[in-house]
């Protein structure tokens, strides 16, 4: 078990504390007014923990208060850490970015694309351009999410089983069939589109390096970098484990309600590299300030500077942003001046989205409303955890980055 903690004077790195403390009192009023039931919010600069804030419950039917050492769902968190995993095989050699994924995985061989028609009745072509592992890692694959709701093909996925879940009792092999069987929703590389791109990589990292995701995960980065806390179930930590809740159907007005079942507290049948991991704040730190010390964390290195350089830059073609080259996003943000790199947003235009930011900027939240972000030209790492899903219910982060960033002095 690891508690984060406060490890320097916010005015020994630059900081303003009376300024750090209106973030608190702002989200203070989300769980004061009955949006939010808890929260925690963990600011380093330099390496060090210069502000550190937890307000409300962690679980509001069990009366437990959110505290240094709760466990969180990741949900869309785990993107990163998945892409790092790959990118640590990419470095061995294992692949090449421009690798047709049916290399490794053989159902994603024959590709169709669609054209037009219903989800009961879709007119689709052969794809012309093989889905390649770059495409997995910069969502150009032309894979889709079943909860999105903005095309027919999130539709054949729902059919299939796919919304904010997986079908039971299928692993994450089948599930990648059964993805497979789904036209896809343009020519791999062409658009930008937020999917199951990442959930697909893991299982490339599976056939890659003949473990499963989850033992990769624990003995190539979890271990190395002493995140304790972190996996795909919440086994031995139960009892630190936040509730998940979403947005009650009576209205914005009314609290939010539990979601019922708790599938986060034993092995899930299918490992999510896309969405599954639940951890700490102290554990997803020491992830991101290996990231921000280029791939290093205590003289343990995943990545080489180069490589972590490379995934922390635009990779859309042209340079263009999300905004004009992705499909309508899963967000309570615009994605104005930001494009996107291997498995993490890019701030490319800090004037573009009108919210203080700064260029270089990367990171990537989770659909339970979590936010983490490094900006490396300000040597800082944010996370925010909550538990409220979906993400696009208040704008956590936007809010969170103008409230950080005016107080740094």
């Not at 969180?72 to 970015?97: C, D, H, Q």
């Not at 967000?331 to 989205?353: I, K, N, Q, R, Y």
């Amino acid at each position: 078990m690891t508690a984060i903690q406060i490890s320097v004077a916010a005015s020994d790195v630059g900081m303003s504390q009376s300024r750090l403390d209106r973030i608190d009192r702002h989200f203070g009023r989300y769980v004061d007014d009955g949006r939010l039931t808890g929260w925690l919010l963990a600011i380093a600069r330099d390496g060090k923990v210069a502000h550190l804030a937890n307000y409300g419950m962690r679980d509001r039917e069990g009366a437990a208060p959110v505290d240094t050492d709760t466990v969180w769902r990741l949900a869309s968190m785990t993107k990163p850490i998945t892409s790092v995993a790959a990118m640590m095989l990419y470095e061995e050699g294992a692949f090449e970015l421009k690798d047709p994924v049916s290399k490794w995985i053989s159902c994603f061989t024959d590709m169709h694309v669609y054209r037009s028609g219903s989800s009961n009745n879709p007119d689709v072509r052969p794809a012309t351009e093989p889905m390649r592992v770059w495409h997995l890692l910069t969502h150009t694959s032309g894979l889709t999410y079943g909860f999105q709701y903005a095309h027919p093909v999130d539709a054949m996925y729902r059919s299939a089983g796919f919304e904010w879940g997986n079908p039971p009792g299928v692993d994450l092999a089948g599930c990648c069939e059964l993805w497979a069987a789904q036209p896809l929703l343009f020519e791999p590389g062409s658009e930008w589109n937020y999917g199951v791109s990442t959930d697909v990589l893991g299982r490339l990292i599976e056939v890659v390096s003949g473990q499963s995701l989850a033992s990769f995960f624990r003995e190539r980065i979890f271990e190395p970098l002493g995140m304790v806390d972190t996996g795909f179930d919440s086994t031995g930590n139960v009892d630190r484990l936040a509730a998940p809740y979403m947005v009650n159907p009576a209205g914005s007005g009314f609290p939010p309600v539990r979601i019922p079942g708790d599938p986060m507290v034993s092995p899930p049948d299918m490992l999510s590299g896309g969405g599954g991991l639940v951890g700490t704040a102290a554990d997803y730190l020491r992830f991101s300030e290996m990231l921000r010390r280029g791939g290093e964390l205590e003289g343990t290195r995943l990545l080489s500077p180069r490589t972590v350089s490379y995934m922390t830059s635009n990779h859309l073609p042209g340079g263009v942003d999300l905004e004009e080259f992705g499909r309508p996003l899963f967000s309570e943000t615009t994605f104005d001046g930001v494009g996107f790199g291997l498995g993490v947003s890019v701030v490319t235009d800090p004037h573009a989205g009108k919210v203080l930011t700064s260029v270089g900027e990367y990171g990537w939240g989770g659909a339970f409303s979590t936010s983490w972000w490094v900006a490396p030209q300000e040597d800082l790492s944010v996370l925010f955890f909550t538990q409220l899903l979906p993400s696009s219910t208040h704008p956590i982060r936007s809010q969170l980055k103008q409230l950080v960033y005016q107080a740094l002095i």
